[in-house]
């Protein structure tokens, strides 16, 4: 189906792009509140650190690969798996599923722009802050030691000296900050401005994915926001929340650790769940089976996932009845996600289907993630647990759950939107290469780590002795890693080479049934000409063009605000432009956050600049409304 | 099932060693969690084989239908009952597992009424400190890395840590239980099978967490109270003129300063109990065999075998060291 455009009219395209472009430059780069540079700079950002904490992965399957390995000594080991946990958990996977909701939660809602565009540039830039905050050091020599989970007493101030758990506890400052900010502002996106017409009902399930998991978001990080700052507080002030001899509690910090832990799994899993939506709905031809079971299913997982985090401490010798409570609510989680994978598979089993690789990549999600998942029934499953935790087992586990069942369908997202992005199609022929690449390396090299686990292989070891007969499996673990990552490195050249090369793809390359397809590709600066009006799930599929609306500005920002539930119009919205301010913002946080690793009064004397920062931020420079709830109070 | 997995194992890995796995338990308490990763295996390969035929099916479908255009209203009734089938398929299996883990859990909790034996081990940095309560004095007879369990009784293990978090974990007798400062732990164990077993600290603790293991033997009843009164008597005199040229060094100079020998004046606390130290199967926690060629290694550079351990080298002359090496390598 073509775009729309039924009143051609050239002049309107050039007067949408005068309101919504940014100044040229450098400035422009600075000051954009763009969603989609913004989520571009997120994603480019996220796969670099992947590549990077990927590599650090590889260092440690090298040193891994036989007994005795001199390679690394216990303190480069600890930093490696410090570094590529920390990384991995808080800055790949979380941002680059709130960056793909960035780019496109506005995109499939037919929107110029997300509801607080300035809030957005804020995210990122604190996000940077984060990244820097690990990297820089880590290049330095300064890099945490002790894990992504940090446990006290080790990272107390008696076992942790130096400013490594400080560097780390920041970090996750930083991270958690951007994340709750981009988590509120695609929560009111998708609450307040959907298309006209959109109701709950006929919303996609990849923005219910998104809506639930950033509603999850927003519960989840103030949990471990606060153990960081109790952390920091032991080490800096001296407080005593985890210091047994002072009466604190050294099980607190894992209660609250992984009440956020735990939901940051579905937090990463619900947007891929929502990538593998559309991508099923698109290429097995037909809408996906069960939207209302699948969207229920998302929900429940949102509930239960605050349920069942002492399912991480059923070692820790909490009462026996308590650990079995746990098992039955961690059971229970497989319900929804059973039902979704039955959902997924029911829609190709009765689809048309088509296997361009983001279908591939759905297939290889099914056939992987189930693994994972039944291992997560098994490590659920708490006298089961006391002889997995804490293993390779688990280490299996939660690749294959966060690889297979986020990383494969999040690839799979970046083949599908690549060409909305770009303008150019990918290669087919290398995109099938790096499919078997990874999906096959994968598979080989974390299998095995099930049976290393039963075989009494305990995590977070830096070498172990030949007698233990750990040797095989480790090699082969260790090829696979490498195959693996040969295939990332397909992938990337794929994408660049595709930038140039690539055919030209057109609006919607892949009769697609969803509004993001329906503007341009790449989307010009304002998305949309005219507002989509949505009449079901699958608006693009239907005959004729796709109805549309007028009326809202074309000479200055303006959003259409509609009702919650129904999608029904109720005014039109000044969009903020351009503002060098979220950055300026960012950077006082940033040296507030800096500075109260080696002084608590940082956290006063940084208040001064930020508060400054946020009030000509924040500075009234709008007219008074004339329209919607506000108009009465104008003059 | 056993069988399956034991070939599995076999082909997969060329030789395990099996003294430190769950899947060749050697306790009643292992044999229960065995039992009930057989019950689970089945259930999850069965969900596992159902979701590949219906994705296989699937695909084999779509051969002759991929050329049509979109759909946009299918009738799905035969699939809105597959999916109640499903469900309820789901919800059986979760059921079966769920007491399934409530009736293991209940077994593992039962041993306590027959606990005959109680055991303190403490977690250090990076090894596990063993008091056992001498039958004929009620005093506490100190060891390490080293536990002993008679066949068939039901020994509880308390679980102390004197620094960091750690967690002990013997795979062939049970769990793993976590040694955490200001909470006492415990657990039960009930040795089926004697022989030696091999535990190692799974909860990361720092620099050495590789190298916190120990050994365990289990051994019938008899040879256990053997064990334990050889354990409780002092350590053993000097033979010759060297090994006493080494006690002298050995209790009077630094070593004494972390390390007790019941019977002489070094009673230093923060390392191991060096009394029987030759008795013991290995050095270092589980990281070195018990031969004089290791211990001296060992006693010379520590930090070369262990970086990190808290243990210092002590500059010794060669002929000292040889003599503290004949010393110890005596201590049975």
Same mark, same amino acid.
């Not at chain 2, 009394?275 to 199967?281: E, M, N, Q």
């Given at each position: 189906?073509?775009?729309?455009?039924?009143?051609?009219?050239?002049?309107?395209?050039?007067?949408?792009?005068?309101?919504?472009?940014?100044?040229?430059?450098?400035?422009?780069?600075?000051?954009?509140?763009?969603?989609?540079?913004?989520?571009?700079?997120?994603?480019?950002?996220?796969?670099? %650190?992947?590549?990077?904490?990927?590599?650090?992965?590889?260092?440690?399957?090298?040193?891994?690969?036989?007994?005795?390995?001199?390679? /690394?000594?216990?303190?480069?080991?600890?930093?490696?798996?410090?570094?590529?946990?920390?990384?991995?958990?808080?800055?790949?996977?979380?941002?680059?599923?709130?960056? /793909?909701?960035?780019?496109?939660?506005?995109?499939?809602?037919?929107?110029?722009?997300?509801?607080?565009?300035?809030?957005?540039? &804020?995210?990122?830039?604190?996000?940077?802050?984060?990244?820097?905050?690990?990297?820089?050091?880590?290049?330095?020599?300064?890099?945490?030691?002790?894990?992504?989970?940090?446990?006290?007493?080790?990272?107390?101030?008696?076992?942790?000296?130096?400013?490594?758990?400080?560097?780390?506890?920041?970090?996750?400052?930083?991270?958690?900050?951007?994340?709750? $900010?981009?988590?509120?502002?695609?929560?009111?996106?998708?609450?307040?401005?959907?298309?006209?017409?959109?109701?709950?009902?006929?919303?996609?399930?990849?923005?219910?994915?998104?809506?639930?998991?950033?509603?999850?978001? +927003?519960?989840?990080?103030?949990?471990?926001?606060?153990?960081?700052?109790?952390?920091?507080?032991?080490?800096?002030?001296?407080?005593? &929340?985890?210091?047994?001899?002072?009466?604190?509690?050294?099980?607190?910090?894992?209660?609250?650790?992984?009440?956020?832990?735990?939901?940051?799994?579905? +937090?990463?899993?619900?947007?891929?769940?929502?990538?593998?939506?559309?991508?099923?709905?698109?290429?097995?031809?037909?809408?996906?089976?069960?939207?209302?079971?699948?969207?229920?299913?998302?929900?429940?997982?949102?509930?239960?996932?605050?349920?069942?985090?002492?399912?991480?401490?059923?070692?820790?010798?909490?009462?026996? %009845?308590?650990?079995? *409570?746990?098992?039955?609510?961690? /059971?229970?989680?497989?319900?929804?996600?059973?039902?979704?994978?039955?959902?997924?598979?029911?829609?190709?089993?009765?689809?048309?289907?088509?296997?361009?690789?983001?279908?591939?990549?759905?297939?290889? *999600?099914?056939?992987?993630?189930?693994?994972?998942?039944?291992?997560?029934?098994?490590?659920?499953?708490?006298?089961?647990?006391?002889?997995?935790?804490?293993?390779?087992?688990?280490?299996?586990?939660?690749?294959?759950?966060?690889?297979?069942?986020?990383? &494969?369908?999040?690839?799979?997202?970046?083949?599908?939107?690549?060409?909305?992005?770009?303008?150019?199609?990918?290669?087919?022929?290398?995109?099938?290469?790096?499919?078997?690449?990874?999906?096959?390396?994968?598979?080989?090299?974390?299998?095995?780590?099930?049976?290393?686990?039963?075989?009494?292989?305990?995590?977070?070891?830096?070498?172990?002795?030949?007698?233990?007969?750990?040797?095989?499996?480790?090699?082969?673990?260790?090829?696979?890693?490498?195959?693996?990552?040969?295939?990332?490195?397909?992938?990337?050249?794929?994408?660049?080479?595709?930038?140039?090369?690539?055919?030209?793809?057109? $609006?919607?390359?892949?009769?697609?049934?969803?509004?993001?397809?329906?503007?341009?590709?790449?989307?010009?600066?304002?998305?949309?000409?005219?507002?989509?009006?949505?009449?079901?799930?699958?608006?693009?599929?239907?005959?004729?063009?796709?109805?549309?609306?007028?009326?809202?500005?074309?000479?200055?920002?303006?959003?259409?605000?509609?009702?919650?539930?129904?999608?029904?119009?109720?005014?039109?919205?000044?969009?903020?432009?351009?503002?060098?301010?979220?950055?300026?913002?960012?950077?006082?946080?940033?040296?507030?956050?800096?500075?109260?690793?080696?002084?608590?009064?940082?956290?006063? +004397?940084?208040?001064?600049?930020?508060?400054?920062?946020?009030?000509?931020?924040?500075?009234?420079?709008?007219?008074?409304?004339?329209?919607?709830?506000?108009?009465?109070?104008?003059? | 099932?056993?069988?399956?997995?034991?070939?599995?194992? =076999?082909?997969?890995?060329?030789?395990?060693?099996?003294?430190?796995?769950?899947?060749?338990?050697?306790?009643?308490?292992?044999?229960?969690?065995?039992?009930?990763?057989?019950?689970? =295996?089945?259930?999850?390969?069965?969900?596992?084989?159902?979701?590949?035929?219906?994705?296989?099916?699937?695909?084999?479908?779509?051969?002759?239908?991929?050329?049509?255009?979109?759909?946009?209203?299918?009738?799905?009734?035969?699939?809105?009952?597959?999916?109640?089938?499903?469900?309820? @398929?789901?919800?059986?299996?979760?059921?079966?597992? #769920?007491?399934?883990?409530?009736?293991?859990?209940?077994?593992?909790?039962?041993?306590?009424?027959?606990?005959?034996?109680?055991?303190?081990?403490?977690?250090?940095?990076?090894?596990?400190?063993?008091?056992?309560?001498?039958?004929?004095?009620?005093?506490?007879?100190? #060891?390490?890395?080293?536990?002993?369990?008679?066949?068939?009784?039901?020994?509880?293990?308390?679980?102390?840590?004197?620094?960091?978090?750690?967690?002990?974990?013997?795979?062939?007798?049970?769990?793993?239980?976590?040694?955490?400062?200001?909470?006492?732990?415990?657990?039960?164990?009930?040795?089926?099978?004697?022989?030696?077993?091999?535990?190692?600290?799974?909860?990361?603790?720092?620099?050495?967490?590789?190298?916190?293991? @120990?050994?365990?033997?289990?051994?019938?009843?008899?040879?256990?109270?053997?064990?334990?009164?050889?354990?409780?008597?002092?350590?053993?005199?000097?033979?010759?003129?060297?090994?006493?040229?080494?006690?002298?060094?050995?209790?009077?100079?630094?070593?004494?300063?972390?390390?007790?020998?019941?019977?002489?004046?070094?009673?230093?606390?923060?390392?191991?109990?060096?009394?029987?130290?030759?008795?013991?199967?290995?050095?270092?926690?589980?990281? @070195?065999?018990?031969?004089?060629?290791?211990?001296?290694?060992?006693?010379?550079?520590?930090?070369?075998?262990?970086?990190?351990?808290?243990?210092?080298?002590?500059?010794?002359?060669?002929?000292?060291?040889?003599?503290?090496?004949?010393? =110890?390598?005596?201590?049975?």
């Amino acid at each position: 189906m073509s775009p729309p455009a039924p009143f051609p009219d050239a002049s309107r395209s050039q007067r949408l792009a005068a309101a919504w472009a940014d100044p040229p430059g450098l400035w422009g780069f600075l000051t954009t509140v763009d969603h989609k540079r913004i989520a571009a700079r997120y994603i480019v950002t996220t796969l670099l %650190l992947l590549f990077l904490a990927g590599m650090v992965a590889l260092d440690m399957r090298l040193q891994l690969i036989q007994p005795d390995m001199k390679r /690394m000594g216990p303190q480069m080991y600890d930093e490696a798996f410090s570094l590529h946990g920390s990384t991995m958990l808080f800055l790949v996977s979380v941002p680059v599923m709130e960056a /793909m909701a960035l780019w496109l939660v506005p995109l499939m809602l037919g929107q110029r722009n997300v509801a607080f565009p300035r809030l957005a540039a &804020f995210s990122y830039w604190l996000y940077l802050g984060g990244v820097l905050m690990l990297w820089v050091p880590h290049a330095l020599g300064i890099t945490p030691d002790i894990g992504w989970f940090e446990y006290p007493p080790l990272s107390g101030p008696a076992y942790g000296p130096g400013h490594r758990a400080d560097i780390w506890a920041q970090m996750i400052t930083f991270t958690e900050v951007a994340a709750l $900010a981009a988590s509120v502002n695609i929560v009111a996106t998708i609450l307040k401005l959907r298309p006209p017409g959109m109701t709950l009902a006929r919303m996609p399930l990849f923005v219910w994915a998104q809506l639930i998991a950033s509603i999850m978001t +927003i519960l989840a990080m103030p949990a471990i926001m606060l153990v960081t700052s109790m952390l920091i507080a032991d080490r800096m002030i001296s407080t005593h &929340f985890f210091s047994p001899s002072g009466g604190g509690d050294v099980l607190l910090f894992q209660h609250l650790f992984w009440f956020f832990g735990h939901p940051e799994v579905y +937090i990463i899993f619900l947007p891929a769940t929502g990538f593998v939506s559309a991508i099923v709905a698109t290429f097995a031809r037909r809408p996906v089976f069960g939207q209302v079971p699948m969207v229920l299913s998302m929900l429940a997982v949102g509930l239960f996932g605050f349920g069942l985090w002492v399912h991480h401490m059923y070692a820790v010798g909490l009462p026996r %009845l308590g650990n079995d *409570f746990y098992t039955a609510a961690s /059971m229970a989680i497989a319900l929804p996600v059973g039902i979704q994978i039955f959902c997924w598979t029911a829609t190709i089993w009765s689809g048309r289907p088509r296997f361009q690789t983001p279908m591939l990549w759905v297939i290889g *999600f099914i056939l992987t993630f189930v693994i994972g998942g039944l291992s997560g029934v098994m490590t659920g499953a708490a006298p089961l647990d006391l002889q997995l935790t804490d293993t390779y087992f688990v280490v299996a586990h939660l690749h294959y759950v966060l690889i297979g069942g986020a990383i &494969f369908p999040l690839l799979g997202a970046f083949c599908y939107w690549y060409p909305k992005a770009t303008g150019r199609m990918m290669s087919e022929r290398w995109g099938v290469v790096a499919f078997v690449l990874i999906v096959g390396g994968f598979n080989l090299g974390f299998f095995p780590m099930h049976i290393l686990g039963l075989e009494g292989m305990p995590r977070r070891i830096y070498t172990y002795g030949p007698e233990m007969g750990w040797g095989t499996l480790n090699l082969i673990a260790t090829l696979g890693s490498a195959m693996a990552v040969a295939g990332g490195l397909v992938m990337v050249a794929n994408g660049l080479l595709s930038l140039r090369f690539g055919e030209r793809a057109g $609006a919607d390359p892949w009769d697609a049934p969803t509004l993001e397809w329906a503007c341009e590709s790449p989307p010009p600066c304002y998305n949309f000409e005219y507002t989509p009006v949505v009449e079901d799930l699958v608006p693009l599929w239907r005959e004729g063009d796709l109805p549309v609306m007028d009326g809202m500005s074309l000479d200055s920002r303006e959003l259409l605000v509609t009702s919650a539930v129904e999608g029904i119009p109720e005014y039109r919205q000044n969009s903020v432009g351009p503002s060098i301010w979220p950055l300026v913002a960012a950077l006082a946080v940033a040296a507030m956050f800096i500075g109260s690793i080696f002084t608590a009064w940082a956290v006063v +004397i940084g208040a001064v600049p930020i508060g400054i920062a946020l009030t000509i931020w924040f500075w009234p420079t709008r007219q008074p409304a004339t329209s919607g709830p506000f108009a009465s109070r104008g003059r | 099932m056993r069988r399956v997995l034991a070939l599995a194992a =076999l082909l997969l890995l060329g030789g395990c060693a099996g003294w430190q796995t769950p899947l060749d338990p050697a306790g009643e308490q292992a044999r229960h969690i065995y039992s009930f990763l057989e019950l689970i =295996l089945w259930v999850c390969g069965f969900f596992y084989l159902l979701v590949l035929a219906f994705l296989g099916w699937g695909l084999w479908r779509a051969r002759r239908r991929s050329a049509e255009g979109p759909e946009i209203a299918p009738a799905d009734r035969g699939l809105d009952r597959a999916l109640i089938v499903w469900s309820a @398929l789901i919800v059986v299996g979760l059921t079966v597992l #769920t007491l399934g883990a409530f009736f293991v859990d209940r077994a593992l909790a039962n041993a306590q009424a027959r606990e005959t034996l109680t055991v303190r081990v403490t977690g250090q940095q990076w090894w596990w400190r063993i008091r056992y309560r001498d039958p004929a004095t009620g005093r506490w007879i100190e #060891t390490a890395n080293e536990l002993h369990l008679p066949l068939g009784k039901t020994t509880r293990i308390e679980l102390g840590s004197a620094d960091v978090i750690h967690s002990l974990w013997i795979p062939n007798l049970a769990g793993k239980t976590d040694v955490i400062p200001g909470h006492p732990n415990a657990f039960d164990v009930t040795p089926r099978a004697p022989g030696w077993y091999r535990g190692q600290c799974a909860e990361f603790c720092g620099a050495q967490h590789a190298h916190m293991a @120990l050994w365990v033997k289990v051994e019938p009843p008899a040879a256990f109270a053997r064990w334990l009164a050889g354990q409780a008597r002092s350590a053993a005199s000097p033979a010759d003129p060297e090994q006493a040229r080494g006690m002298k060094l050995v209790t009077q100079g630094p070593c004494a300063a972390c390390h007790t020998l019941r019977g002489t004046p070094a009673d230093g606390r923060p390392g191991p109990d060096l009394t029987h130290l030759a008795s013991r199967r290995s050095l270092a926690a589980g990281t @070195l065999p018990m031969t004089r060629g290791a211990l001296q290694g060992w006693i010379a550079r520590p930090q070369a075998v262990k970086p990190g351990t808290l243990m210092p080298a002590v500059s010794l002359s060669p002929t000292d060291l040889d003599a503290v090496a004949a010393y =110890l390598a005596a201590l049975q």
